[in-house]
């Protein structure tokens, strides 16, 4: 795809914010699904914390099958075409859960499904939309331009849990759902007004060009002295996370007695300290080389699983603010790595092929979700949730591990240095 020409200099240019504004309705409504899922699994269906697990497993295999097998149409045409239709179909996923709900034919099964679907369709929507920012903001605004971004991500993250505890306290699923779908069918249209270049002509996609694309993104990846290391440490670290999430709302609300109101609060107030991390992450990365911010970044989030285990049942102010600083300092890293990251895989990798490149990195890293929620499931067997937590938490701290021992990560230079010429590997 050819470049928008020429492209503006500064980053709140008119396409970036309508990209930016689509961004984050179109991931609140993710995360205020897949936040909300569990808590209607626990509260309207009682499933076992092992159920809930498998849920969050479902949704971990949706995206690496989608990923896995529909990448290649994340390069094809225009991309802001391709994300309204993403919006569009998992708007439509959302009215159907809602209408089973209301006739009563809700399952774990068809939240599992739903999860999956869901996961799936926004994996290849996220692959798109990062191989669109280059093409509307300058090179040089690039680090500036992911740092909303993931702001934005890492604040719904954590943020949207409000949103669905207070609906699911005060209304019922059916709302929620509704309410989700609308924000799609907002963001689909939102994206649709953002200015694209028209795409280079494209040759027929027959099967064997098709089995070559998603090959090369692979191949690419791991070629790519960088950004192979980075994308390892990145797995590494989501395995653990991936069993974090998939039991802490069961712990908070079990383990610690918190109400879905007060998990949403929580997840409220951690998503503004992330918000609030923002101004800092530019910072992070213009005064310290990669290696360091990376390392830091990947091992700092184990202190939030660790927060987690100090909840005392009937303390609801000490629970509240314990919850919300534990998921403030995860946003916050989190928010902190990707700016760095979606930055170096933005400037290293061809614009032609950062489409594939980010799908073939997020199967890597994204579908490793599933064994992460699986192990959680697993171990809640036999291990209470605050155990699963505790390892949990020392998988994460040691996910720094890979960018260590990589000598080309650790030759990095600062983030604004970095030639705009430079290979993948």
Known sequence: MTDVTPVPPGLWNRDFKRLWWSEAISFFGSQLTLFAIPIVALEYLHASASEVAWITTAAGIGTLVFLGFLAPWTDRGRRTRFLFLMSVLRAAVLGVIGLLFFADHLSLLVLALAAGLISGLTGLYDSAFSALVPGIVHRSRLPAANTWVAGIRSAGDIGAGATAGILLQIFSPLALFLAD??????????????????????????????????????????????????????????????????????????????????????????????????????????????????????ALPAVAGIGMLALVPGRTVLNVALLALS???????????????????????????????????????????????????????????????????LGIFTSAAWVLASRAVRRLPRLASISASDAAG
Request: charged share 15%.
């Open 327 to 393: 998921l403030g300092l995860w946003a916050a890293s989190v928010m902190t790595n990707m700016t760095g990251t979606e930055t170096l895989k933005q400037v290293l990798v061809p614009k032609r092929a950062l489409g594939s490149f980010s799908a073939a990195s997020r199967i890597v890293t994204w579908g490793i979700d599933p064994l992460g929620a699986a192990l959680a499931a697993v171990l809640t067997l036999v291990f209470p949730t605050g155990v699963v937590l505790a390892l949990a938490s």
């Open 181 to 298: 779908a609308v924000t799609y069918v907002i963001s689909a249209f939102s994206v649709r007004r953002v200015s694209e270049a028209e795409p280079e002509p494209e040759e027929r996609l027959t099967v064997r060009r098709y089995a070559s694309s998603i090959v090369a993104g692979f191949r690419m990846l791991y070629r790519s002295t960088v950004l192979w290391p980075v994308t390892l440490a990145i797995a590494h670290f989501n395995l653990f996370t991936a069993a974090i999430q998939a039991i802490y709302i069961t712990h908070a609300l079990r383990s610690g007695s918190m109400s879905p109101a007060e998990v949403g609060v929580a997840g409220a107030l951690g998503g503004v300290l992330g918000l609030l991390s923002m101004a800092a992450a530019p910072r992070i990365w213009d005064r310290l080389r990669p290696i360091t911010a990376l390392a830091l970044t990947f």
